[in-house]
């Protein structure tokens, strides 16, 4: 069904997923089919109460929970897998992303029409995290791009926008949402950035540091790199007439 389902896995986040639920709604409101779904990702604090009540608030929202705590990337699946629509947005439930970028990405999507490209994302040019956030990412941003070729910028920012079918895809595996725009280059698929706001975090805390950004991206790097260069396009077989 032509429309966007808006996914936004969330961790501890209790304290900002009202104004998360508020902007989304006031982006997208005007939209005839989208939906806000919400997964909590084994969150310890009472986010689950926090959503069960913004579901009555907010018709458009559905609340999902992870019994225990999976990451990020099981989160987007399990939103993805439950959507509804034909599109889907990411974004963060932290209050770091502007759901009004999510919305100009979606709208761009869809005039592209039968040009559009695989996936439309975000480039925080003037991020707002602290200075190991920033350096970690420069790094494992650099070798990415060098590594895979991927020509984007900022594989990080959560703010993307991509055909559900597209997404679904796509290989499965912890920290996949590192490397989408890699993945659906093996796809044949093209990704492009366009530059979004950012916003520092108000409540929670980040659930990133320097060991589970940098170190262990390098080693999910290597994965993609052997996957992608594994790859091959069998093309379509001719069938053998039984006259021949």
Known sequence: MLGISIVAPACGEAENLPELAR???AAFGSQTNWELIVVDDGSAD??????????????????????TRRGQS???????????????????ADGQNDPADLAKLYSEM??????????????????????????????????????LGDRTPDTGCSLKVLAR?????????????????????????????????HYPRQAGRSKYGLWNRLWVGMADLL?????????????????????E
């Open 23 to 25: 902007k989304v709604n």
């Open 223 to 243: 994965g993609v790199w052997w996957l992608i260069r594994r790859n091959f396009r069998p093309g379509i077989p001719e069938e053998i007439s039984r006259d």
């Open 74 to 92: 099981a989160a987007m699946c399990s939103g993805a897998d439950a959507a509804r629509f034909e599109w889907l947005g990411f974004l963060d």
């Open 110 to 147: 869809l005039k592209a029409g039968d040009q559009a490209p695989g996936m439309i994302m975000g480039h925080r040019k003037k991020r707002k995290d602290g200075w190991l956030t920033r350096m970690s990412s420069r790094v494992a941003n650099a070798v990415r791009a060098a590594l």
């Open 165 to 197: 079918s597209d997404f679904l895809a796509l290989p499965r595996f912890n920290h996949m949402h590192r490397f989408l725009p890699a993945l659906l280059l093996r796809h044949g698929l093209q990704t492009v950035s366009r530059p979004v706001a």
């Open 46 to 67: 009472n986010s689950r109460e926090v959503l069960a009540g913004l579901q009555r608030e907010f018709g458009n929202l559905r609340a999902l929970a992870h019994v």
